[in-house]
Structure formats: C-alpha cells, structure tokens
Nanobody, 122 residues
Framework: QVQLVESGGGLVQAGGSLRLSCVAS????????MGWYRRAPGSGREMLAT???????NDADSVKDRFTISRDNDKKTTYLQMNSLKPDATAVYYC????????????????WGQGTQVTVSS
C-alpha cells in the first residue's frame, strides 16, 4: 500500500507560481513512477507530468516549459513547479503513483492522493 499526501495549493494571481508537493509513504515499489494530474471544473482528469525513480520525466504538451516535475527519493517527495499560471489552470491537482509507467500514462494509476485546490485569479 502507498499513501500520498499533496500540499502547496492555494490562490495565486495570473502570471504567478506555485510549487505542489506530494509525500509518499508505504511500499517503495508502489511509487516507482509518480505523476501529477488535474481536474478542472466540468472537465475530465488531465495528466500533466510523470517522473520515474531514476528521474526520467515526461510532460504534457499543454504545460511543457511552464510546469516542471521532479522528485527527491530520499524524502519520498515529488514536486510540481508551476510557473506563468493562467486562470485556466484552476483545478484540483492530484498526485498519483504506480509501479508501472504505463498505468500513469493511461490515467489508471493504482494510488491517488486526495487532491489540492489551485485557483488562479485573473
């Protein structure tokens, strides 16, 4: 079992930045790959970025060059640095984990965090 706890969400003005954190606990094998998703009001869940335990990252085109995923294996923490935020980034942001990258890419990871709200004002 893996538990994920996100933090760092909040209210920010357009053009601002936020850094989300996700602390994992439990079976290390279970969070070999970690990722961030978001769900905006009235929309489906969107995958933003993934990172493997060796640091290989993959970013969605919609956030490339503005959002950066990283992880600190010693702290069992994954981060999402979000810059140049726009009002359409308003959403609940979720951390996710799985042993297999394919499940994150297909948006069916085994483990999900509870989500953290990000609101970008214009």
């Amino acid at each position: 079992q893996v538990q994920l706890v996100e933090s760092g969400g909040g209210l920010v003005q357009a053009g601002g930045s936020l850094r989300l954190s996700c602390v994992a606990s439990g079976s290390i094998y279970g969070f070999n790959v970690m990722g961030w998703y978001r769900r905006a009001p009235g929309s489906g869940r969107e995958m933003l970025a993934t990172v493997t335990s060796t640091g290989t990252t993959n970013d969605a085109d919609s956030v490339k060059d503005r959002f950066t995923i990283s992880r600190d294996n010693d702290k069992k923490t994954t981060y999402l640095q979000m810059n140049s935020l726009k009002p359409d980034a308003t959403a609940v942001y979720y951390c996710a984990a799985d042993s297999a990258l394919i499940r994150l890419r297909e948006a069916v990871p085994t483990y999900w965090g509870q989500g953290t709200q990000v609101t970008v004002s214009s």
